[in-house]
């Protein structure tokens, strides 16, 4: 298997540009156990027969066993079906409201996609409210819709949020290096002091300390992890406990 991936795991940590397509003739191994094994195409990578495309610039990443994305800064966000996001209510129109998810269209919301409502019993939303939810249609022909409520019907953490709070936009490729389970950063944070944090898909999150001070001081630091390594972002969080900025 080395053999036939190996120009694609050579390629692991290093930058690709939209349009390099990786190649794998398989008609030479197809008595072997290769045949099975299947390559998981993540952001940035695009599956067409016997070849991957690269749609995205960006760093090549592997997981094990089989799993490769494309790491990129990109900022502009483009709807996925089940993805979470953090939106602003920007109107309403009949049943419906009207959610800004940072995309290149507004997204639907029914007051129906609410736990516990009906038509008698409608939310309270208001424009300008933030919304966490999730995309049930995502596709370029449709325009999006959300829901907050689970294939249960249950809120699961889903709904309007955020009376307090400081909201701010960041990269793709930082939201999910904070969604990922066991992320270092989260960790680092929570050692500083206690604060309430809601993370979108779409690059925008929303945090909330014991005062203003204190939530400024965790968005100003999560933006400053965009760019820095482990050692230059365990160096600034010493010097924050330590009181000395």
Request: net charge neutral.
């Amino acid at each position: 298997m080395d053999s036939v991936y190996s120009c694609f795991k050579d390629k692991i940590g290093e930058v690709v540009l939209p349009g390099d397509v990786f190649s794998f003739d398989l008609s030479a191994v197809e008595n072997t156990t290769v045949k099975s094994e299947k390559i998981i195409c993540g952001p940035g990578l695009r599956r067409n027969g016997d070849e991957i495309l690269v749609y995205k610039s960006g760093v090549l990443r592997h997981k094990s066993p089989n799993l490769y994305w494309i790491d990129s800064q990109q900022k502009r966000y483009v709807p996925a079906k089940g993805e979470s996001v953090v939106g602003i209510v920007t109107a309403k129109t009949g049943d419906v409201f009207k959610v800004d998810v940072g995309g290149s269209e507004h997204a639907s919301l029914s007051y129906l996609a609410f736990e516990g409502a009906t038509k008698r019993n409608r939310p309270n939303v208001q424009v300008g409210d933030l919304v966490y939810s999730q995309f049930t249609i995502a596709n370029k022909d449709m325009e999006p819709e959300l829901v907050c409520i689970d294939s249960c019907g249950r809120a699961n953490g889903m709904g309007v949020f955020g009376a307090d709070g400081f909201l701010f936009k960041v990269s793709l490729g930082l939201v999910r290096r904070l969604l990922s389970p066991q992320s270092e950063i989260i960790k680092d944070l929570e050692k500083l002091f206690p604060f309430e944090m809601v993370v979108g898909m779409n690059g925008r999150i929303w945090v909330k300390s014991k005062d203003i001070q204190k939530t400024l001081i965790v968005a100003n630091l999560l933006e400053s992890c965009e760019n820095m390594t482990p050692q230059q972002r365990q160096v600034l969080f010493r010097r924050v406990a330590e009181g000395s900025l």
